[in-house]
């Protein structure tokens, strides 16, 4: 019923070698959350009471929904985007349109087809929340209502990117606009919790959010009122209001399918020069006539020595409309920002880590944007035909790496600068190193000095490890679809990763010594999906021994900001260690993924062997 496309990913998607590691990966990563609460609340040194069994059975039913609602979301938009925007890079989605399918098998067909493996790993972990009705502390019914919520949030997050995609005609911004639409959403849905009852007062404003947000429809979930419902659950308005928002997205992508594509992009004819039959004998103005001709009307630009680096600045190559993207951007970051800086000023005085309500959430959504942009940029350029042209020219190795890498920070300027100008505006609020309230000016610029260049220089490093990321993953892995995920993906899951050890390390007071082995089995998740995004093809020693180095040297920060610096207290530890330790362990990985790539472009490629290689 929805066509040859839906069918094709139906027959061809358990045959794919990643399927059932992917479904192997999502049941070990649910085993590992419920080693490391069990860890971190009751422990293995004694026998749980039946009341610690069951806290511990709702903790984790919450730690569980949560973390597969945010993993969900963010794939389900990214994999239908990316599934209509590789398409349209390839060349091949017009082709689509020149069939006899209708538009409805189309846009529906290409969703859902991206939409599989996501929904079936929620129906694979749907049995194992099951499980946990053994614990106690949950209902069948809050089970249910959990996976309704996850599967409705993942098809629509999907009708999302998938709209997007079929708008823009670039894949850079089909993903980055999916990832701000998303927040953007949230975020409106938060602020209706300040905005509502100003506009309506009589209206029941936190049942309208939980209609609406998926996060605040999830912890109506998990936290019913003790007396029951009388009235329609929030988890089931929700659905309905997801299922009424997939119906709008879908129907209007059904509507301007062929209205959106092709892009319209106008096609500028050569000028053609007629020679004048009464001057033949002037040469000299026949040919100054021909230098006048060339294929884009106006005046001849100058290219710089780089043409790499002139094309990625002083051209359109990631669409006609960038500039959207960095308002939705400016959009989603004043938001942040205004919610961070109420924090400041709270009433009751700024909770402990007053700093990470802005930069972290602005700091993970720049380096995904800053992860696309570098990605996107050899993708675009391999599915369009135009890479392997471009490596058959004279453009030597240096010229296209460091046209790459200095033309994706240039564009990217205006996600990296934000991150940069808040930690220094959380400088000289005082809010990144404790400091009495009656502390004059200087004292706490004084105090706030190291821990500024010790977050700015993180940033910094970290950008950098984003650009060169998505630069050798993209050249390594010649299927566009998996280099992008293998991508975005590393840089999530080195930022949700880190945050889910902070909070187990917070909800156990600081404790490290209940949780290292949990912490042991996350940082060898950690290096082994680190290690097969580096070096799975062709491995080298150097990308081996980076993909140990950057795990832990994130969570030796994590360790000595939380437990040896005593967040709260007037203890603190010396910020500049980490950073140090940071920087050196993701300055050497950009350094291993840089290296071959400027000095043995071919064999980085797998285009040319080794010499020791047969």
Partial sequence: MLGPIFTRELVTVPRRSGHYAARAA??????????TTWQATVGFSRDATLGETAAFGLLLFQIVAFVQLLLTMFFAALSAAGAVSQEKDRRTFVLLLLTDMRDYEIVLGKLIGALLPILTLQLVSAPVLALLLLLGGIDPEQVWQA??????????AGSLGGLIALWREKTYQALALSVLFLVLYVCLTQGLGTVGPALSPGTDWPTVQAWLDPFLAMQTVLEPPPSGRADLAPAYGFVLVMIVWCGVMNGVGIWKLRKWNPSGEPIIQREVVVADPNAEADEAVAAEKRARAHAAPGQARQ??????????????????RPLLVKFAFGIVLALILYFAVSELNRPGGRPVFAAAYGLVPVAVLSLLLVAAQAVTSVTSERDGGALDVLLVTDVSPKEFVFGKLLGVLYNCKEYILPPLLLAIFYAVRGALSRTPPDTPAGAVLAAN???LIAVAGALVVLFGFA????????????????????????????????????????INGGSFGNQWVSFISFLVLGIGGLLYVL????????????SVACPLAMFYCVVNVLIGGRPGTDESADPLIPFMVLGAAFGFTIWAMLLPLVTEFDVALGRTAQPNES
């Avoid at 990625?312 to 669409?319: D, K, P, S, V």
């Avoid at 070096?535 to 980076?546: F, G, H, T, V």
């Fill in 303 to 320: 290219v710089w020595p780089n043409p790499i680096l002139w094309r990625e600045i002083r051209t359109l190559a990631y669409g006609r």
């Fill in 467 to 506: 650009v060169a990321l998505g630069l050798h993953v993209s050249l390594r892995i010649s299927q566009s679809r998996m280099a992008i995920a293998h991508t975005l993906g590393t840089v999530f899951f080195l930022s949700i990763g880190t945050l889910i050890s902070i909070y187990l390390i917070v």
């Fill in 147 to 156: 996976v309704v919520v996850l599967l409705a949030s993942a098809v629509a």
């Fill in 26 to 35: 999502m049941i070990g990563l649910l085993g590992i959350l419920g080693i």
């Fill in 449 to 451: 000095f190291g821990p």
């Fill in 535 to 546: 070096s799975a093809d062709r491995p080298s020693p150097a990308l081996s021994l980076a």
